[in-house]
């Protein structure tokens, strides 16, 4: 029952009608926030089985007490109702548009222009279907490897060119190639300029983008909930972002913002709230204890999904500033992703089967090959890595390093906050993946179980928009003055 004071309170939102119903398009992509809530949780709950029936399933790795497998690739249903959902909304979005109609013919013949009829926003629409193609395109990859489990250094540079149409309606849009050059240290205004155009090193930025933002979320993973609560923190953020530039009298004398401003942060919200529904939707399926597994079709989805909003609203650095975490995992498991620490197939930390408790999973260095040349980077970015309490290393008698805690942000908290697990054993398996010398030997250090460590990882993706806020918002303008 909701309570007298809740009441009081649930006209609120009707206070802000009048400026929604002034802002074109809002009105129905905040409708689809329920409707995508309850269309994924739906989508999902009916395919359970039938991914399960295909085989589309996984055996949940912190879970020593559940044998039975769990529905993989739940990211499938729900980025099918995310597009269909946002097929739909193109005729309410775009139908009513003042378009003046072409001259009929009376002979009845063939008529029609290849530009279309003038006054329609085909800019707009082309930018809207550019996203979808790509967003469609990242669901095909993702679904791919969650099928044939594709090679890293195969699946790295596809993104890339799934990113094409959205560089070309960035260009057609006369999308800025330029950044502006930091006020200090003086010299570097002196030498380049207030403004520096990258031309079109600007659009390598953008398909990089696209590709970090697909793959980051991919290699954030393996706890309940992790992949689609990080997603929901980063959309949500973005969504905060791009309300503070809707101001119904934009372009008007009085108001700071521009009615292009405006107009672009409306085109990346209709992509970003129906998002957010889609991943609540599925959240409640897949937070602690997950009902089914997301699969690598959610991370590519999520991941374009944000970099199309981001890119085509023309905001693509503050967006990567959202992603403070995903860039810091990124960097901590270079030395893993480039071959000088070997990197099992799975990263995701280990769990004590009596207490639950986690504990930071292991890579064995032993037997390990890297090429002579990164061989020597080895030790000094482990041991800095140790410096900075991120990893924590084993040695042999002679003191050279035998194991490392796997180089993941996941990991990484639990080695920050003093979880230390039981000592590891040369791995039989090929992979290098550590083997438990006792498995009854509990972690030392504080207990964290796998809903603590979720927590830690959203608190972590929080803690990083209210930083990229503050960048944004206040240090920018200390680091970039106008003048
Ligand atoms: C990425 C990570 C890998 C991590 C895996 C977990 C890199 C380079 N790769 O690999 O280290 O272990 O994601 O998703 O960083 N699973 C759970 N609980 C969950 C989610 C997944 O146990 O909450 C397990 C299930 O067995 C599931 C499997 O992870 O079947 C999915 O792994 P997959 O997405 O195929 O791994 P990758 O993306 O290749
Ligand atoms: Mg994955």
């Known amino acids: ?132 193609l790509s967003i469609l395109s990242s669901v095909l990859l993702g679904w791919l490897d969650d099928i044939f489990d594709i090679r890293w250094r195969l699946k790295m540079p596809i993104p890339l060119v799934a990113s094409l149409p959205m560089l070309v309606v960035y260009h057609a849009g006369g999308g800025g190639t330029s950044v502006v050059v930091p006020g200090w240290p003086g010299f570097l205004r002196e030498l380049l300029g207030r403004v520096i155009d990258l031309g079109p090193l600007y659009y390598v930025f953008i398909s990089m983008l696209s590709t970090f933002s697909v793959h980051s979320i991919n290699i954030l993973a393996g706890i309940n909930g992790v992949e689609v609560g990080q997603a929901v923190v980063i959309a949500a953020s973005l969504c905060v972002n791009s309300a503070m530039y809707l101001d119904p009298r934009a372009g008007e004398p009085g108001s700071w913002a521009s009615k292009e401003l405006r107009d672009r942060h409306l085109f990346s919200l209709s992509l970003l709230v129906p998002f957010c529904g889609c991943a609540l939707g599925l959240l409640r399926w897949n937070r602690f204890p997950s009902r089914v597994f997301v699969g690598d079709t959610w991370c590519y989805f999520a991941g374009q999904v944000l970099a199309c909003a981001g890119v085509l609203g023309h905001f693509s650095k503050t967006l990567l500033l959202f992603f403070i975490p995903q860039v810091f995992n990124f960097l901590l498991s270079c030395p893993q992703l480039f071959g000088i620490v070997p990197c099992p197939r799975h990263r995701v930390p280990k769990v004590h089967a009596s207490s639950l408790a986690l504990y930071p999973s292991r890579a064995l260095l032993k037997d390990a090959k890297p090429s002579a040349k990164l061989s020597a980077l080895r030790r000094p970015i482990l041991e800095l890595l140790q410096a900075l309490r991120l990893v924590q290393l084993e040695y042999d008698k002679r003191g050279a390093i035998t194991s490392t805690t796997n180089l993941t942000l996941i990991n990484a908290l639990l080695v920050f906050a003093g979880v230390r697990g039981p000592p590891s054993l040369p791995a039989d398996s090929a992979d290098g993946e550590g083997k438990e010398a006792a498995a009854d030997a509990a972690p030392s250090g504080p207990r964290i179980t796998e809903p603590t460590l979720w927590g830690l990882v959203m608190g972590t993706q929080i803690a990083g928009s209210l930083l990229a806020f503050t960048v944004r918002y206040w240090l920018a303008g200390v680091v970039f003055p106008v003048q």
Do not use: N
């Open 1 to 132: 029952m909701p309570s007298a004071a809740l009441l009081l309170w649930a006209p609120l939102p009707l206070l802000a009608l009048p400026a929604v119903a002034a802002l074109p398009g809002l009105a129905p992509t905040l409708l689809l926030l329920p409707a995508a809530f309850h269309a994924t949780s739906h989508a999902v709950a009916a395919c359970r089985a039938t991914l399960l029936a295909r085989g589309f399933a996984g055996r949940d790795l912190l879970k020593p007490h559940r044998p039975e497998l769990v529905p993989e690739s739940a990211g499938l249903p729900a980025a099918a109702t995310y597009v269909l959902l946002l097929f739909c909304f193109i005729p309410f979005k775009y139908a009513r548009s003042d378009v003046h109609d072409l001259e009929a013919r009376a002979d009845g013949a063939w008529q029609g222009q290849i530009g279309g009829r003038s006054g329609f926003p085909h800019h707009e629409l082309s930018l809207y279907l550019c996203a979808l």
